[in-house]
């Protein structure tokens, strides 16, 4: 089975602080997510790395950067957290698909709830 | 705009029924998947069913079903038999082209004993 780990699952942090959301998996997986999650929003994507230090923006990255320096980990990192960004963060992976298919399910860790004071 | 909608914020359904919930997507790729995840109060997103947009047969796993009508573009998820522990937020999604899976914005399921 696929597991997806984030460190942490409850972070309280104060406003400007420097905020690190660590992510691990481990089957391999090229590709990572980072989505947040807010009730009514239904789930939004942050940034997404198709592999090692490779990214890419999604919907809503402002505010947020990220970081993979090693294949297993995908890092999400707030510069300077603010109360807009007290959220459910989900870490995803998932394997590539090939020949044109789309059949590669996503897989969630727990997920990190985060209140920003 | 949106392109997965989900348009029952929550759902009731007796012990052992069966429940419908539904999804309608956007899209123009004659390529795309879809997918719905159930998420208990745990937290945790689990995969729980996935449909081709070139399968000619409606998905199933276990008690899940999809009802995949390609023309009206919906991805209708079928719960047979309900039970207690099906309580949770499900999410329906879509990928495209490329990486990106787009989701609702979740149908809250309640199994009444």
């Known amino acids: 089975d696929v597991k997806v780990t984030q460190s942490s699952r409850y972070l309280v942090k104060r406003t400007g602080e420097k905020v690190f959301l660590e992510c691990v998996q481990d089957m391999d997986h090229e590709n990572m997510f980072w989505y947040r999650q807010d009730p009514g929003l239904g789930l939004r994507l942050i940034y997404f790395?198709?592999?090692?230090?490779?990214?890419e923006k999604g919907d809503i990255p402002e505010g947020y950067s990220v970081s993979r320096e090693k294949k297993e980990r995908f890092s999400l990192i707030l510069e300077s957290a603010s109360t807009n960004q007290t959220s459910m963060y989900l870490c995803?992976?998932?394997?590539?698909?090939?020949?044109?298919?789309?059949?590669?399910?996503?897989?969630f860790g727990n997920g990190t709830r985060l209140t920003v004071t | 705009a949106q392109k997965i909608t989900q348009t029952q914020p929550g759902m009731f359904v007796q012990e052992k029924e069966a429940v419908t919930l539904d999804c309608t997507y956007d899209t123009s790729d004659p390529s795309y998947g879809l997918f719905w995840y159930k998420q208990p109060s745990s937290g945790e997103m689990i995969f729980l069913i996935y449909q081709g947009s070139y399968d000619q047969q409606n998905a199933t796993e276990g008690r899940y079903s999809l009802n995949f009508q390609k023309a009206r573009k919906s991805a209708n998820l079928v719960i047979s038999a309900s039970q207690l522990g099906d309580s949770a937020m499900y999410f329906c999604?879509?990928?495209?082209?490329?990486?990106?899976?787009?989701f609702g914005t979740g149908t809250s399921l309640t199994v009444i004993p």
């Open positions: 999604a879509m990928r495209r082209t490329g990486n990106q899976f787009y």
């Open positions: 790395s198709y592999d090692v230090k490779m990214k």
């Open positions: 995803a992976s998932k394997t590539p698909t090939l020949g044109g298919t789309y059949n590669s399910p996503l897989h």
